[in-house]
């Protein structure tokens, strides 16, 4: 008989609750927001000679080369441990410039000798994603 009551509680609470809440419906504002189909801010995306590469180590700036580490010139509009999305390749980080490179072009690390060939070098779409942290 004890365990009665506090069901019969429960059950007077939801029915107070529904009554509550189909007795206002009417004031509750059902109002979608709009989802967002711009970005944030607007996307830079740039056409580039990607060039695949293969080294383990640190360089003479302290960098200790890994996936996903890209090269840009010293030329590039592309700033320094900005974020990328690059074609053919996937996710990088901008670690290090070059003035060997040209302006258009960036290298884009490898974590086997054998893929290297396999990418060479080709023509790539690059999203500069934003700024990142220095690795």
């Keep these: 008989m004890n365990s009665i009551k506090p069901t019969i509680l429960i059950l007077i609470l939801l029915i107070i609750t529904a009554y509550f809440v189909l007795s206002h419906a009417d004031k509750i504002d ?26 383990y ?32 390749y996937g996710e990088g980080q901008v670690i290090a410039t070059s003035d060997t490179l040209k302006a258009n072009e960036i290298q884009v690390w490898y974590n086997a000798p054998s893929k290297v060939p396999m990418f060479g070098t080709q023509t790539v779409q690059v999203k500069i994603l934003g700024k990142g942290d220095k690795p």
């Design 57 to 88: 180590g640190w360089d003479n700036n302290g960098i200790d080369y890994g996936p996903g580490y890209c090269i840009v010139s010293s030329d590039s509009d592309i700033p320094l441990y900005s974020l990328l999305e690059i074609d053919q």
């Design 30 to 55: 059902c109002i979608i927001p709009e989802t967002e189909t711009e970005p944030q801010q607007s996307e830079q995306i740039l056409t580039l000679q990607a060039t695949a590469f293969n080294a």
